[in-house]
């Protein structure tokens, strides 16, 4: 019973391309995110949703979009792929800080190569 | 700005002693932290955290510190395993956001 699961786990694909990453939750949490992982290890958040609402967007490219059809479920959608998006991209949800609980929850990461 | 951590270091501890990894924050509005482990191709987990009315936090095996003087964070591991290798992450949060920020963790190697 993964609390986050996302899917696929590892992603091969050309530049140019079109991809979608997938990302659900069962923890009943209304906030979702998507980070960035480099080469170096370093953890950057992308956007942030709470109840299917944009609320952070860290200026990234705009080949970039999240959708999320329902709270539980969060997905990444990238267009015209580049080799910079060469990256683990990790899920993770939190109950939110109207909540006063603001852990995160992590996916276990979908590993993307572009060629 | 947003910046929390250091540039990757690795801390290399024998089995059995006790480990303490440091982190440096620049946001005093941030009012609280978290501490993550992360595994080879896993996500990053949960450890322990704090918020920005306490100094000092206890768990098992694992201890954080807050030193909000000098913007300061530190996890401290006793009697270090094994299975505690792996690259450790701090986190702030920003008051009133749901924005959690991470530094560029610390790399922990446990010898027998």
């Known amino acids: 019973d993964t609390a986050v699961s996302q899917t696929p786990k590892y992603l091969v694909t050309q530049m140019g391309n079109d991809k979608s990453i997938k990302c659900e939750q069962n923890?009943?949490?209304?906030?979702m995110y998507w980070y960035k992982q480099d080469s170096k290890k370093f953890l950057k958040i992308m956007f942030s949703?709470?109840?299917?609402?944009?609320?952070i967007n860290e200026t990234v490219p705009n080949r970039f979009s999240p959708k999320s059809p329902d709270k539980a479920h969060l997905n990444l959608h990238i267009n015209s792929l580049e080799l910079g998006d060469s990256a683990v991209y990790f899920c993770?949800?939190?109950?939110?800080?109207?909540?006063?609980?603001?852990?995160?929850?992590f996916g276990s990461g979908t590993q993307l190569s572009v060629l | 700005g947003e910046s929390v951590g250091l540039h990757l270091p690795t801390l290399s501890v024998q089995e059995g002693d006790n480990s303490i990894i440091n982190c440096a924050y620049s946001?005093?509005?941030?009012?609280?932290f978290i501490w993550y482990k992360q595994e080879s191709g896993k996500g990053p987990q949960f450890i322990i955290d704090?918020?920005?009315?306490?100094d000092k936090r206890q768990g098992q095996r694992v201890t954080v510190l807050l030193n909000k003087t000098v913007k300061h964070l530190s996890l401290q591991i006793a009697a270090t395993q094994p299975g505690d290798s792996a690259v450790y992450f701090c986190?702030?949060?920003?008051?009133?956001?749901?924005?959690?920020?991470f530094g560029t963790g610390t790399r922990l190697q446990v010898f027998p």
């Open positions: 946001n005093s509005a941030s009012d609280y």
């Open positions: 949703y709470n109840n299917k609402e944009l609320i």
């Open positions: 986190a702030e949060n920003f008051y009133n956001t749901d924005k959690l920020i």
């Open positions: 704090i918020r920005s009315n306490m």
């Open positions: 923890l009943g949490h209304d906030t």
């Open positions: 993770a949800s939190s109950q939110g800080i109207s909540t006063d609980n603001e852990k995160l929850f």
